[in-house]
């Protein structure tokens, strides 16, 4: 009787089991940053229908935005997301680490250390630009007003915090306290910290508040073009930073959703000759050259430093001026 | 060339001056404004970042809620959540007829009963209830339940099984003091695991388990062989989403148990159960003396088989269900199969107030009679009866003492005050075929109040 009752109840489980399994749908869940709403709208819709073409599976997206340093936060407190695109790697790493749930190389996963894109930071000023902004150092001039986001939740303001400092430094006589006294008198003129690169946007696009928006170029690239040329200038400044968003799978989330194959293929994608047009469509650097090539009057030429060669990279940078008690506490609490 | 006067040039000069100064002016009062209006704009834009981060943190924090349905503290996102109910009985029984004292006329806490539910990452529940009703303490559920579809749960632990439609109805629903007579042979709870499910859009619910085995009406903790049962139920509501339409409440299905019991005379009851009145006196129970010599214990297969139907239909509520169980039994070393049966019908009639259903009524007025609210009124009836097999007399039960048919018939009123209040009231009246040395075992008539406080 036991063994039967056994076999039976065993039989049971797996019929219903298989039942469970045998679906033509999935559902991914990309955590992402503020600004890329627009990219990955047009992205996860091109992407479905080259997926469900290839391998008769429908994919449904969830999209969640927010300031990249708080989407990370939001993942290792166990918001299930199968693919994460963030802003900068530190928040990844943050989530290798503190998580575990991918491991610590990810970055060697994809190429171009995961980056499928890259960006950098101009500046957004009011159509005609009255108060005549054309570099770093105007933005600590008394009396501009300067909008950023707050570092210590967006990943966007880090670059921003970074592109300032590396500006500081690269001028001649330039060092570490000049680079310091740069930026805090730049902080000196920040009315509002959002905490995400979007709030800043609406800050300063909608709001009508400050002289100069520190933004990503694909951010600025889009207000002007959905509010029209007629209302804003883009100024480059003389040097940037160049600023590599990295994505990864979420190996753990996505192994107990059986969703790591689409996830890979999802992320994959991104490289493709589809994928980079996608990109450059909403103003993100794409890394394939040849498409870079086509969309050249939208990018133009800057001088760009990475993070790499001016900080050390993100694992030095991160606790240094953002960590508790760091750099920027230290500006904005003096302020 | 005329000369300028001298007043005309100090006047041309002087207006010069003063245009100069108003420019100055206004380009200062516009500045001015300009100012004024970015740090409103600041100050308006500071209070809508701080009323979303607010909103964040709310949307955030746990919520503690109280309600009819009890007491609990639940994650912003749902995924986690402790939820506090549970119930008292405060009963009155009164024996009308028991010259042959069958009963004690008391009141007691028939239940006292806290419900603690929880649920970890969205799918995982666990569920704890001990009964510390008349004055003892039994743990009636405690179980692990995955929810990783509608239609596949997984259960582990100690439940009801599957199988009586009454016995699956909460405590807090019947619609009587009492079960019914065919509540007698069915399990009770017992421990095991179970996948269950709803199809269909709930229009058909199974439930499989595997489980130790437990005697009629019994509650197990473990068990004394290493047989297992199992136990089956499939029920139909094929009219469920169909608003409207007048079989929408009809429910049907079968359920079923198979297994071995074998039962020692130092068990008490031996692996078998004896059935019990509405007014939970025993009138039937097989041979037990607590020796090998003269006991009848449970010595092998134990079926059960229970068709079942419900209904409700406005103010009218019918619950039907038949049970027959067929136990291997030994005296002595002699094996025999006594079947048992018992079926009961129950009707059930909303005088006002709120229409029955299998979770009993919810009034649509609480009771407060100053704001024109009486709660819900129910009239119930419902007849029962319970046969034992003429295989059990006389040599595995004393058929001078124990009955082999009742017969109850019960009328009761329930007065919903509102979700969580009831008052109940009902009669039972309980006839025999024999149970007595000569002719018939004396009727139980029992009068039955309870005052029943759940959330």
Redo the contacts between chains.
Sequence with gaps: ??KR??I??VG??AA??S??TAQRAVTLLNVSYDPTRELYQEYNTAFAAYYKQKTGVTVNFQQSHGGSGKQARSVID?LEADVVTLALAYDIDAIAQNARLLPANWQTRLPDNSSPYTSTIVFLVRKGNPKHIRDWNDLARPGI?VITPNPKTSGGARWNFLAAWGYALRQPGGNEARARDLVTRIYKNV??L??GAR?STT?FVQ???GDVLIAWENEALLAVKELGPDKFDIVMPSVSILAEPPVAVVDKNAGRHHTTEVAQEYLRYLYTDAGQDIIARNYYRPRNQAIAARYANIFPKMTLFTIDEVFGGWSKAQPLYFGDGGIFDQIYQGR | MRKIPGVLLVVVIASAVAAQHLVAQDDSTTARIERLE?QI??N???R??WQ??VATVLKAAPVISASRDGFSIRSADN?FSLRIKGYVHSDGRYFLSDSLKPGTTQFLLRRVRPIFEATVFKIYDVRIMPDFGAGTTVLQDAYIEAR??P??RVRSGKYKPPVGLERLQSATDIVFAERGLPTNLVPNRDVGFQ?A?DLFQGRVSYA?A?MNGVPDVSLGDGDNN?????AGRIFFTPFRNSTGNLLQNLGFGVSGT???QVGTPTTTGAGLAGYRTAGQATFFAFRNNNALNGTTIADGRITRVSPQANYYAGRFGFMGEYVKTKHRVSLNGVVETIPVEAWQVVGTFGLFGGSPSFRGINPKKAFDPKAGGWGALELAVRYGRLTVGDEAFPVYADSTTQARQASGLGIGFNWYLNRNVKLVTSYEQTKFKGGAATGNREKESVLFSRVQFSF
Excluded: C, H, W, Y
């Design positions: 009787m036991l009752s056994m039976l109840t049971f489980l219903a089991g039942v469970a166990g007003s009315p509002v959002d905490a709030g800050t709001r009508g508040i | 970015q704009r600041i308006d834009r500071l809508e970042i979303d981060s995924a990783f579809a239609g596949f996948v499910g499989a595997l290493d047989d297992k049962d199992l198979l297994g071995n």
